[in-house]
């Protein structure tokens, strides 16, 4: 979730045009990001330093493509101060003379297949690198980076995503969240497996994704070493940090997978109503699984954010993160639902541009609608019925384009509420039986990459047999509050399903 930096856009550096990745990303490939190409030249050139986006043009780079992050740290949670190495094993995928990364903190050296390389800054986030010897199609890059920095104090627009808390710090945030703690190719087209090491003083706790191969190692100093591993590919907004004060809850789900919920005790009495919600997870996992298809990734959890610290939740691989608002009045099992949804959409089905967020969050609120359904608080027609009734035509609600929102507006309401509505619009259009099948053959087709609304609107229409233009038409890409189908179109006001105040308390802190 979260902040967009529209002045990035007007930063970017487009002198190395010429040098732009070939076609546009996220069109055609399964997964844009293992299959640019470039045209082959006689002399290297620049890495692009961006990935044209069209949102977000400077996210990302071209030029090479990362398999594997490994980030070691050191963390002082009473000054804020971060150092430490990221080791980034990656392939050129041109002649490289030099490439970008994305990253904000102090540099105090870049190596590059062992040589030292030079290193500029360019941009509100850009490291140029230059290595000493150039780089060649195909060719494995190893590249060593050290830094340091006060990541909270590290400003753009007078703001961090970096979040310090009363006990340590959060590295979460949609979809600026890598340049405050590691270099990276910060765009959800270049995935990758990442290792996740930190050190902190003894007492203190850090959670990050994935799995953890060993039990955090005593360091000199009276400190403790945490690691954590994420072997599936995953798009870089969707590591993160928990640094502090955590009580730690581990279990086995269903599925044999290992479970790590972690609660930060500063909750005082919202904590039992974070964990009546978060230790749901493996439960809503095993639901979900029965309707998107096999869990993607290797294991579950959550984490219960300290109290006043995040205003929002991210969907962060395998173990999404929760501010403390969503327990304010209770338990709410639906952001649990919202968050593991995404998963599936959002995590292992990346978008292939920002512009394409609706199959993001389109998708998560709309399986709050079928837990709803699920639970017998709602169904997912009847919560159609209500949220549109909500908004009032003239509301400016319904001048937003889930399918198309504008880089100002990726998180609005409109996305996820109107996003809902649209995917049961297609529901309707199709049958149960199709849009069942649907959902599970999207999650196949694009595990562990990128997807386009386009691509979802193909595979949609050949599985129903249908032409379905007039439905994604009218519900992502056309303003002003659409006519319902004929057969849903209600005469009285419709009653309030159970689950309304629930849904409604959660995406009052999920949208902007
Ligand atoms: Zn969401």
Do not use: C
Not at 42 to 71: C, E, I, M, R, T
Not at 367 to 393: C, I, K, M, N, R
Not at 444 to 459: D, M, S, V, W
């Amino acid at each position: 979730m979260r902040r967009v930096f529209t002045a990035a856009i007007a930063a970017l550096t487009v002198t190395t045009a010429g040098t732009l990745v070939t076609g546009t990303p996220g069109q055609a490939d399964a997964r844009p990001g293992k299959s640019r190409s470039v045209a082959v030249s006689a002399a290297p050139k620049p890495g692009s330093p961006g990935l044209g986006d069209p949102y977000f043009p400077d996210y990302g780079n071209g030029g090479y493509d990362v398999d594997h992050y490994d980030v070691r740290l050191r963390y002082e949670p009473a000054t804020d101060r971060l150092s430490g190495t990221t080791t980034i094993l990656a392939t050129a995928t041109q002649d490289l003379s030099r490439f970008n990364l994305d990253f904000l903190l102090d540099v105090e050296s870049v190596r590059v297949n062992g040589w030292t390389a030079r290193f500029d800054r360019e941009g509100v986030h850009e490291l140029v690198v230059t290595a000493p010897r150039g780089l060649t199609t195909g060719q494995p890059m190893t590249v060593v980076v050290t830094y340091s920095g006060v990541p909270s104090e590290t400003l753009v627009d007078g703001y961090s995503g970096w979040t310090r808390t009363v006990d340590g710090a959060l590295a979460v945030n949609e979809p600026e969240s890598a340049w405050w703690w590691f270099p990276s190719n910060d765009h959800p087209l270049d995935k990758a497996t990442w290792d996740i090491s930190v050190s902190v003083p003894d007492g203190v706790e850090v959670i990050s994704n994935g799995v953890q191969p060993r039990p955090p190692l005593a360091e000199a100093g009276n400190r403790m070493r945490w690691g954590w591993r994420s072997t599936k590919p995953g798009a870089t907004y969707l590591a993160f940090l928990a640094i502090g004060q955590y009580d730690i809850v581990t279990d086995t789900a269903p599925n044999g997978q290992q479970v790590i919920n972690a609660y930060s005790t500063t909750l005082g009495d919202r904590k039992p109503a974070a964990r009546a919600s978060i230790e749901r997870t493996a439960e809503v996992v095993d639901w979900a699984s029965g309707i998107f298809g096999p869990y993607p990734f290797e294991a579950q959890g959550g984490v219960a954010a300290p109290i006043d610290s995040l205003g929002f939740a991210l969907e962060t691989q395998t173990r999404p993160v929760y501010g403390p608002g969503f327990w304010r009045r209770g338990s709410n099992p639906y952001v649990v639902v919202h968050e593991n949804a995404h998963q599936w959409f959002g995590d292992s089905v990346s978008v292939a541009n920002w512009s394409n967020i609706w199959l993001n969050e389109g998708f998560a609120s709309y399986a709050e609608w079928l837990w709803s359904e699920a639970q017998g608080e709602g169904t997912a027609q009847e919560l159609f019925d209500f949220t549109y009734a909500d908004y009032p035509a003239d509301d400016a609600f319904w001048q937003v384009l889930p399918g198309n929102p504008g880089a100002g507006a990726v998180f609005d309401g409109a996305v996820y509420d109107r996003g809902a509505m649209a995917l049961h619009q297609i529901r309707l259009a199709v049958g149960d039986d199709a849009f069942f099948r649907i959902l599970p053959a999207w999650t196949a087709a694009h595990r562990y990459g990128n997807g386009t609304i386009a691509e979802f609107q193909a595979l949609a229409e050949q599985i129903s047999g249908l032409d379905l233009d007039p439905v994604f038409t009218t519900w992502l890409f056309t303003p002003g509050r659409p006519t319902p189908a004929a057969a849903t179109r209600t005469t009285t006001a419709p009653a309030q399903p159970k689950s309304w105040t629930q849904i409604r308390a959660a995406h009052q802190l999920l949208a902007r």
